[in-house]
């Protein structure tokens, strides 16, 4: 079901709110892992996750510092949580969409 208005999420730190971009539903395909075998680089797939979901959570680029990205995990597992999500049954990945002062020199230099 499409929603006609968007849900505004956050999640309240210290140094400020982080914004919720989106949230969805995948499936873990599986894991690369590279490594040296007889003195070769190869990749090898590791198919033990395959079929796992996956939850992603994308934030705005609220946050500033470590500090404040610990702050808002530590947050938000508190409130996963709190609605007793069991997490064995997904793997929880949060993609934090982070500024920092190199960044905004860039953009002011373009």
Do not use: C, W
């Amino acid at each position: 079901m499409a929603l006609k208005e968007p849900i505004l999420l956050h999640v309240s730190t210290k140094k400020g709110k982080v914004r919720i971009e989106r949230v969805h539903l995948e499936e873990d395909t599986g894991k690369l892992q590279h490594r040296k075998v007889n003195s070769k680089n190869v990749t090898l797939i590791d198919f033990n996750r395959s079929g796992v979901p996956l939850v992603e959570i994308v934030t705005k680029p609220d946050i500033h510092s470590g500090v404040q990205a610990k702050e808002y995990t530590q947050k938000l597992q508190n409130i996963i949580r709190f609605l007793e999500i069991n997490l064995k049954l997904f793997v929880f990945f949060n993609h934090i969409h982070s500024t920092t002062q190199y960044q905004s020199r860039i953009q002011e230099r373009a």
